[in-house]
């Protein structure tokens, strides 16, 4: 455990030795505010709640995350510190999960710093903080299965503009294959056991009940099944590169 401390410490610290973590926190503060007052409408709507807040994180994710996930693995290569790394008495599967834990943290504490929308939806009304708080939790969750497959992007390859665009499409994919155009062009041909199963790997299926406060346990481990498979996947790469 304090193996896997060291190494969350020391890469949390060095999103904030650069620009990178404040610049990511602006951009997504500011993001979610456009969104959410102009485009979502949240005066305009009459209804104290979160949701036009909530239904823009996945795309928010789907720009972003990438973007703070391609050094996690990406900047260790190309500056040839993970040799230094590997050589240091730490397993590689703590070294994966401490990387992944504090870029993690860095996407919790965006969502933290979001606080001011709830108090003003908390000024205008008499929102159920309940659910919103639900809607956080299950937003934090969906970040970390993002987050887990820029990962393992980023271990893939040394250059990071590749690995952005790597996680880029993997992360579409598991976005739009629960959208209405996606499973239209399914309709036609395909059962419906096939449409609900291309549906249920959609991170827009599992998180629009989060989105009301609905925290299911189906969807609580569909999330954490991500993380878990594609932190794995990127450590059989970071074994092999070790190897080679």
Request: with cysteine; aromatic share 18%; net charge neutral.
């Amino acid at each position: 455990m304090s193996n896997i401390y060291f190494v969350f410490k020391r890469e949390f610290a060095s999103f904030f030795a650069s620009p990178v973590a404040y610049v990511f926190i602006g951009i997504f503060l500011v993001l979610s505010a456009v969104f959410t007052f102009f485009v979502g409408g949240l005066y305009e709507r009459g209804q104290a709640d979160l949701l036009p807040f909530f239904n823009f994180h996945p795309w928010l994710y789907l720009f972003l995350v990438p973007a703070i996930a391609m050094r996690v693995w990406s900047e260790e290569r190309k500056s040839g510190s993970i040799e230094l790394l590997m050589t240091l008495p730490i397993r590689p599967w703590q070294i994966t999960l401490a990387k992944y834990l504090a870029a993690w943290f860095v996407l919790g504490l965006c969502l933290v710093l979001t606080f001011p929308v709830w108090l003003s939806v908390n000024y205008l009304g008499q929102p159920d903080n309940g659910i919103i708080l639900a809607a956080y939790i299950g937003s934090w969750l969906m970040s970390g299965a993002f987050l887990a497959i820029g990962v393992c992007m980023s271990a893939l390859t040394k250059n990071q503009v590749v690995a952005f665009i790597l996680s880029l499409v993997a992360c579409f994919v598991f976005v739009v294959s629960g959208s209405n155009i996606v499973l239209d062009a399914f309709t036609s041909w395909a059962p419906t056991m096939v449409i609900d199963t291309v549906a249920s790997f959609s991170f827009l299926t599992h998180f629009e009940a989060m989105a009301k406060g609905v925290i299911a346990l189906n969807n609580v481990v569909y999330f954490l099944l991500v993380s878990v498979s594609w932190l794995f996947a990127s450590l059989v790469v970071i074994e092999q590169k070790k190897a080679d």
